[in-house]
């Protein structure tokens, strides 16, 4: 067995393991990373060599002990460490500190607080909760919040829950948008980033004109964002409200 005397540092990293025939390995990983890669939520521009801390497979990480070339090469048919960290991270197991679970969950309810305000309503004001209210009410209503899931996936549920502590309701709002000729250049790219176009067209005069939806809690940002972009000239429409 080929040994490092030297005790690798594992603070803020992490160990994937796994057991094939009956062989231990370990790869050091970057958490966040590892966890989102496991969640398929890492996107295209993250190879496997940006997850890894360190570009060694080892039998033992804690104690820097690699896993002979032999071996690597039994269980894998390869001794590249790429390829077999991506079979690690696949099949093996992410081990988190607790006070790593406890990063990504605060992680997870900052971000799912601040999708229910901007998704959701007041549908008594028809106005959105600001994130300190839904604070409160996550709270009181004692939701619980994973931490592995992706948060939009849980916002369904999230609001079924907080209904019982506050009025909340999911709405989109689609709005008919016409944009002058002379602003359509900004406008466009604008609208395209804070809006779901769901179809639209160029007239005869140079208009641009749109079918576009928002979030209810978005509504009121966006119709200001364009009109100030149009200097109050766009036309804008409620054409529906749909309740998710």
């Not at 990983?29 to 590892?34: D, K, S, T």
């Not at 604070?135 to 907080?162: R, W, Y």
Request: with cysteine.
């Amino acid at each position: 067995m080929l040994r490092d005397a030297r005790r690798i540092d594992l603070t803020g990293k992490s160990i994937v393991r796994a057991k094939i025939q009956g062989n231990r390995f370990e790869i050091i990983v970057n958490p966040e990373l590892a966890l989102k890669y496991k969640m398929g939520l890492l996107d295209d521009t993250f190879s496997i060599i940006d997850i890894l801390e360190m570009d060694e497979v080892f039998q033992n990480a804690s104690k820097g002990e690699k896993a002979p070339e032999d071996i690597l090469m039994h269980c894998f048919d390869t001794t590249d460490t790429e390829t077999i960290a991506e079979r690690l991270l696949e099949k093996g197991e992410l081990n988190l500190t607790a006070e790593q679970r406890q990063e990504f969950f605060e992680k997870k309810r900052r971000k799912i607080v601040t999708l229910l305000s901007k998704t959701c309503i007041n549908p008594k004001t028809r106005t959105p909760h600001p994130p300190a209210r839904i604070e409160n009410a996550l709270k009181e209503a004692k939701v619980m919040i994973d931490p592995t899931s992706p948060a939009e996936n849980q916002l369904k549920d999230i609001v079924k829950e907080l209904r019982r502590v506050l009025p909340i309701r999911m709405e989109t709002v689609k709005l008919a948008v016409k944009i002058p000729p002379e602003f359509t250049g900004k406008a466009y790219g604008e609208i395209k980033r804070h809006a779901q176009i769901e179809k639209d067209e160029w007239q005869n005069d140079g208009c641009w004109i749109a079918v576009v939806t928002v979030a209810a809690g978005l509504q009121g940002e966006f119709m200001e964002k364009v009109q100030s972009m149009t200097k109050g000239r766009a036309e804008i429409k409620i054409m529906e409200r749909i309740r998710l």
